[in-house]
């Protein structure tokens, strides 16, 4: 294991993230948030080159970004072992996951290679206990990753993402997919081709968001 780069100045957005997992009874330890800390400033620094979030949202980051990945701490079962996170981008919520939950053997599933990179130095700065495993290639098209959880955030269509996910999933599998606003209209779009067993929870950072939590999903029509 890399040990994180030390942190002397804390960021402004910080505090507003340990407060939120606070609510949500989760203490999260001083050497967690800064090697989140460390994970922003990669990420600050990298964004003047290539696009990773949208440059508005830089300015609240602890909120819009690794406080919107954290809240899916708690809806991972105890018993996981392994996630894989489609379409990383810019490590969200994969490379916080992995900050935040060292016992999972994480895999980052990216196209971009410029984007692949950054996750492996942002990951290697923040000297995470258990280096993530990254994939570069589509998701279609890369090799299956057996996870016990599947995520991803800002990627596709919920049908699009229960078919790419349908590859990375075993018996007990469960997927935690952020959603905004229009997720209902997903849901009910996804139904018409998939047998859905969902449970959505109400995002802490946006009132219109949920993140869903679905279970073993089957084609509609085939045999569970």
């Known amino acids: 294991m890399a040990l994180p780069q030390i942190v002397t100045t804390d960021h402004p957005g910080r505090t507003g993230f340990v407060r939120g997992m606070a609510r949500l009874g989760i203490d999260v ?6 090697r989140l800390q460390i994970f922003v400033e990669t990420l600050t620094r990298w964004q003047k080159t290539i696009n990773l979030v949208g440059r508005a949202t830089l300015d609240d980051v602890w909120a819009r970004h690794i406080l919107d990945s954290a809240q899916l701490l708690p809806l991972i079962p105890d018993k996981a072992e392994t996630l894989v996170d489609l ?4 490590g969200f919520p994969g490379l916080v996951m ?4 060292p016992h999972l053997a994480v895999t980052l599933i990216e196209a971009d290679a410029r984007k692949a990179a950054f996750l492996g130095e942002a990951s290697r ?4 206990e258990k280096s993530p495993a990254i994939r570069i290639g589509r998701i279609e098209s890369v090799a299956p990753v057996k996870s016990d959880v599947v995520t991803a955030r800002a990627l596709a269509p919920l049908s699009q993402l229960l078919a790419w996910a349908a590859r990375h999933r075993g018996d007990t599998t469960i997927c935690l997919f952020h959603k905004g606003k229009g997720w209902q209209g997903e849901l009910t779009e996804a139904m018409k081709t998939w ?3 969902s449970l959505p929870s109400n995002s802490i950072t946006d009132r219109d968001a ?3 939590r679905i279970g073993h999903f089957t084609p509609r029509g085939a045999v569970a």
């Open 210 to 212: 949920v993140i869903l």
């Open 125 to 128: 700065r923040m000297g995470l």
């Open 29 to 34: 330890s001083r050497e967690t948030t800064d």
């Open 195 to 197: 047998d859905i067993p």
């Open 98 to 101: 992995a900050a935040l939950a």
């Open 87 to 90: 379409g990383s981008g810019a």
